[in-house]
Nanobody, 129 residues
Framework: QVQLVESGGGSVQAGGSLRLSCAAS????????QGWFRQAPGKEREFVSA????????YYRDSVKGRFTISRDNAKNTVFLQMNNLKPEDTAVYYC??????????????????????WGQGAQVTVSS
């Protein structure tokens, strides 16, 4: 059974940094697209970032470009989200997601949470001003 476990959440002041990790088990994630989504209270879950497995192409929502960096270590079945210059509006529960994909996968699929089968339990990120 595939499981994703996030770690690295916490509370920081605006301008600070956090690094989220998502460790996968139950399968080799070398052929999985992996994404990060977040959900703030009273809001819908939204796309944050994703990375393909074939070319390690990365995707970001506009509001985090230049501040967040997604990366993966296939040998460790782990994906990371380095978050710098955090802002109060980044406060949310962050979820990692995984989906086994073919080599050629439409870019638009990465942004859609319905395209991911496997989800972690979430990690709280709180940014105070």
């Amino acid at each position: 059974q595939v499981q994703l476990v996030e770690s690295g959440g916490g509370s920081v002041q605006a301008g600070g940094s956090l690094r989220l990790s998502c460790a996968a088990s139950g399968d080799s994630f070398s052929s999985y697209a992996q994404g990060w989504f977040r959900q703030a209270p009273g809001k819908e879950r939204e796309f944050v970032s994703a990375i393909s497995w074939y070319s390690a192409t990365t995707y970001y929502r506009d509001s985090v470009k230049g501040r967040f960096t997604i990366s993966r270590d296939n040998a460790k079945n782990t994906v990371f989200l380095q978050m710098n210059n955090l802002k109060p509006e980044d406060t949310a529960v962050y979820y990692c997601a995984g989906e086994k994909t073919p080599r050629w996968y439409s870019a638009s699929y990465y942004f859609n949470p319905a395209r991911y089968t496997y989800w972690g339990q979430g990690a709280q990120v709180t940014v105070s001003s």
